[in-house]
């Protein structure tokens, strides 16, 4: 099997993710479940790598999620991810997608992935349980809410 480069842009509305060299290409929402679920199918294709370009928003979240299932990425600068697409544009006429820009940067120059300490993993694991927790606990409180009786609501 050939190693699968993964790049992934991540904005405030959506996700966008394209794969080297299958060319698969797809977007989701920008929503805890939908990083989750992007964490778990990427898992199983199971990439040497996963690029996200590093602009200090966005990108965090996921990288967090992708950290506690095990999932090699690295973060670029910007700037680099500028000059390969100036240097690319060069020398072909690709029409890429910023996520297959940073999946095509991740094939050719493949960074180092940085990976997390293994205390700060368990820290985001422990937390990750806990909002899961948190939030089960609301989905049932509004739940009871909405067939509680009227003076119970108010």
Request: no cysteine; net charge positive; aromatic share 6%.
């Amino acid at each position: 099997m050939d190693s699968r480069f993964v790049g992934l842009n991540a904005t405030s509305q959506t996700i966008e993710v394209a794969i080297r060299p299958t060319g698969e290409l797809w977007r989701t929402d920008f929503a805890d479940d939908m990083i989750s679920a992007t964490a778990t199918k990427l898992k199983g294709m199971q990439p040497k790598l996963v690029v996200m370009e590093g602009t200090g928003t966005f990108e965090l979240p996921v990288a967090g999620i992708f950290a506690t299932v095990g999932l090699p990425f690295a973060i670029v600068n910007p700037r680099n991810s500028r000059e390969f697409a100036r240097a690319v544009s060069r020398i072909s006429r690709l029409d890429l997608t910023q996520a297959g820009l940073l999946a095509y940067f991740g094939e050719l120059v493949n960074p180092d992935p940085r990976p997390l300490p293994d205390d700060l993993i368990k820290k985001l694991v422990d937390l990750r349980v806990r909002r899961d927790d948190v939030n089960q606990m609301l989905q049932l409180e509004r739940s009871r809410l909405a067939n509680a009786a009227e003076v119970l609501r108010k």
